[in-house]
């Protein structure tokens, strides 16, 4: 069995200690591959409006406040990551942190987050293929394809096959085609923007709004149920940024290079986000008229509706980075559930298949494949029994990425707590910041299970009066607990702290000096 030592990497060597190639991703690599994670171009159409729906004319604002528990925690998964770089990143960390039980559970929800987009993802894909062909023939038939199920699953399985294709390969592969594919879909979403604006100025929008700064003031909300409401949706369109963490010791200069990434990701897309909101809110308003963003028959894909309108015989260029954000998301994503499930069987907290390496790629191989057959096999087990079961589960996501990150931002305060006070630095970022973001985390969490216990919830699913969203997500969960005792019992060693101890004595900086 793995002992608790050999967190360290042989960096030197070029290869990490898990197997995996060190020093193969720098700075911009991390963030490209960041911000394909978060896929914006597809978050954001999907969510503007269900957000200006709830919030009207304070999407901006919700935005902001939106970000700032990410911000907050990814100031503590920075510091976490500087002490201990280690693909396991929540796994590791909140083992660390508060002992085996929880840390596998942190894990869980990371890997059970990741699944369940990818299955999504792929769906998208699939959705805004044939929605982009059926507007480069002009046969509107085409795009009722996606549809009929066989179709769609088959689709979806090719989809998800090119990308574990692709996520198998060494990292180098991986960068080279999110940097063409990021490109292109954010050079599409500011060309957007812009012509949105100009449109919106000149008096050419659907429903002209002159722009205001209290667009960005939170406090113009009326409720506190509005508020958190909408706080959920924009959490939403920020998850994935940790993939930059995933990747630490593939990363040069592990300590500092994730943690830099991560804050120049979301910060990148913080911006990107609030330029379309008001460029969108300029140009449509928030109403319920046929292109106004509080319109739901709009709302499934709000860039689609107002890419006609505004760029013309230009709009196939929309689509066409909506569908490159849904597939190159897929194919980042995999690095996440990929790396994690790496490190939970390398220090045996699940079978050490799973600590695996291609001997060829240096990456791992098996929980790769692992990740992709189980998101494959639920997404086409789901499409078949019904479509409203598979979009509540990706509802239901969101209470994944609370639980999750607010774990590990507990995981930072908790494990730092000896050095709260040895500076004003460590102060603000190992117990300020990721308490704050943690504790915001915490109540979105509650807030969103107590909430989906309404039969209204969602898609309106219901099991005897319980709404579907909070059975399913109150199961992801319960599924983690069943495994993880199943685990204990078959390996016992990683549960007894005798493969990854809590409060390790020394820094991996110390051990490398």
């Not at 190639?21 to 159409?45: D, E, K, N």
């Not at 994690?340 to 220090?347: D, I, K, S």
């Not at 979009?391 to 209470?399: H, S």
């Amino acid at each position: 069995m793995t002992s608790d030592t050999s967190t360290t990497e042989s960096a030197d060597h070029g290869i990490s200690q898990k197997g995996l190639s060190a020093g193969s991703v720098g700075l911009i690599g991390a963030v490209v591959i960041g911000i394909s994670c978060i896929a914006p171009a597809y978050t954001f159409t999907a969510a503007v409006g269900p957000t200006a729906s709830v919030v009207g004319l304070q999407v901006p604002a919700v935005i902001l406040v939106g970000f700032l528990p990410m911000l907050l925690v990814a100031f503590g998964y920075r510091e976490l990551n500087r002490e201990m770089p280690d693909s396991g990143t929540s796994f590791t960390w909140a083992t660390r942190a508060f002992g085996p039980w929880i840390g596998w559970m942190a894990g869980w929800g990371l890997v059970a987050a990741t699944i369940l987009v990818l299955s999504n993802l792929a769906g998208i894909a699939v959705e805004f293929l044939f929605l982009l062909i059926s507007q480069l023939t002009g046969n509107e038939s085409i795009a009722e394809l996606a549809g009929v199920t066989w179709i769609n699953i088959v689709v979806c399985l090719l989809f998800m096959l090119g990308a574990t294709t692709i996520s198998y390969r060494d990292m180098q592969t991986t960068q080279k085609l999110q940097y063409f594919l990021v490109s292109f879909q954010m050079i599409v979403l500011l060309f957007f923007a812009i012509v949105t604006i100009v449109q919106a100025v000149n008096g050419r929008g659907f429903d002209s709004t002159a722009f205001q700064f209290s667009w960005f003031n939170p406090f113009e909300l009326t409720s506190f149920s509005t508020f958190a409401a909408g706080l959920s949706l924009s959490i939403f369109i920020f998850w994935g940024w940790d993939v930059t963490l995933t990747m630490n010791e593939e990363t040069k200069d592990p300590e500092k290079t994730p943690g830099r990434a991560a804050t120049v990701t979301v910060f990148t897309i913080v911006s990107l986000y609030l330029l379309l909101a008001v460029a969108m809110i300029m140009y449509s308003g928030v109403g319920d008229g046929e292109l106004g963003l509080g319109n739901v028959e709009i709302q499934e894909n709000v860039f689609f509706h107002l890419s006609g309108p505004i760029l013309g015989p230009l709009a196939f260029l929309v689509s066409l980075a909506v569908l490159t954000s849904s597939a190159s998301s897929l194919q980042s994503t995999f690095v996440s559930p990929a790396r994690t499930l790496l490190a939970m069987g390398h220090y045996g907290a699940l079978s050490p298949k799973f600590a695996a390496v291609s001997p060829r790629f240096f990456t791992p191989g098996y929980a790769t494949i692992a990740s992709s057959i189980v998101a494959s096999a639920f997404y086409a087990v789901m499409r078949v029994l019904s479509e409203d079961a598979l979009w509540d589960t990706i509802t239901a996501l969101g209470m994944m990425i609370c639980f999750y990150y607010g774990l590990t931002a507990f995981a930072c305060v908790w494990y730092f707590r000896k050095q709260w006070f040895d500076s004003a630095r460590l102060f603000f970022f190992t117990l300020f910041c990721p308490l704050l973001g943690g504790a915001i985390l915490l109540i979105l969490f509650v807030t969103t299970l107590v909430d989906s216990l309404d039969p209204g919830y969602g898609s309106g699913s219901n099991v005897g009066g319980i709404g579907l969203v909070f059975i399913l997500g109150v199961a992801v969960i319960l599924v983690g607990v069943v495994v993880m005792i199943w685990q204990s019992i078959k390996r016992p060693a990683f549960f007894r702290g005798q493969t990854l101890s809590m409060d390790a004595p020394a820094s991996l900086r110390k051990v490398r000096r």
